[in-house]
């Protein structure tokens, strides 16, 4: 719903009543055909799907690339959100690189709960898969040559480009859900997905709608993923929906994902691809331990735009330290309460805490600063001066619990 300021200007903002439930179920309700991808192999639950084997088998072409590329634009853009390249990394010509990784996973995995306890994960309960925050540089640094094997993969530049361009930024997590594992809460993904729903009805709706071209969602099977696994389940088209991140938490959307999501099997080096905005959820590992289950081991890709970044590097700590004292008087003079929107010149000051201090955590080390489980997001530099104010802390306090923050987010 469109609101305006009542001079004929329309809102920024998303009002609270905006996602509608009727128009998000027209909006997943589109039919995906072969016709419009016709480079694909076929198309199963709305989802098309790619056999890169059987496209090499006929030769490659710097044009069926440019093609290829076009569709799959077209598909996270207005399509249906996802798609699924059936031998991405073949097990014919990747066997040994997706062994090798494995095995470099395994370590790393042996390792780290040998070291540390449960660790926070997004839209799901902590401790319930094993789960390696940046395996990508973790995988460089256990296995250097299976690491350059496996990142090399030429449709793997092919795909990235598509949606960001040149000059993107890979990061990666593994996740190892176990059977028994249970399904996450269906969501969209970052940037906004890891907003709290209070954060993000600030954003305007044009940054809602920009958010989800800064970065591309994927995933790499490391071992089969039968149905009973638990493969990543996906409504189509609910990209499309533009007020999307503020609907997702609301029970009758998260009511009407379960009645309609679909989910595609995958094989082991099979890649799958998504638009961060579309609404989807891990699925429950119902496999039977006693009798062959195992692990539904995927590498989860997250690729990112060149483009969010800022001109310059600020060091806050500083600055912080610089202006404490002030901040602090003001904080007090204002009754101990944080300015909202309202310009009153004396507590508008405090705001100076938006400026001073960074107010997204990421990135970071999420081995260090991991979400707190079912959380979102660890707590960023605004978050501590807030908690600093609120608490009557001095100077040195602040400026301690900020470095602490900095030593920690380090690789």
Known sequence: MTITNGHGVSSRLYSPSTPQLSEFQDTCSQTTTLDTY????????????YDLAALESTGITADLINRLQDEWHHILHTGPGVYVLRSMYAPTKYETTLNNTNTA???????????????????AAGGTNDRIWNSFSKHALQDPSSFIDYYSNPWLAAVAESWLGPAYRVTAQVNAVHPGGAAQEAHRDYHLGFQEEVACKR????????????????AVAHSDMPITSGPTRFLPFSQTYKSGYLAWRKPEFRAFFQESYVALPL??????????????????????PNNGGFRRVANLLQISSAFGKPMETVDSVPLVDATWDILVERFRAAGGVLAGQELDPKT??????ETVAEGYPFPTNLDQRPPAPSGMAP????????????????????VAALEEMHVASRA
């Open 105 to 123: 996973f395994n370590k790393i995995i042996a390792r780290e709960a040998a070291q540390s306890g449960k660790k926070g994960d997004h839209f």
């Open 203 to 218: 954003y305007p709706a044009a940054t809602q709608l920009t958010s989800q071209f800064l970065t591309l969602q994927g």
């Open 379 to 398: 707590e960023s530099e605004q978050d501590i001066v807030v908690r600093g104010l609120e608490s009557g802390w001095d100077r040195k306090q602040v």
């Open 348 to 353: 508008h000051s405090l705001q100076q805490r």
């Open 267 to 288: 094989s082991f080096g099979d890649g799958l691809f998504f638009n961060p905005a579309l609404f989807h959820a891990a699925g429950a590992n119902q496999m039977d």
């Open 38 to 49: 016709p480079l694909a192999c076929e198309v199963k639950s709305n989802i098309p799907i």
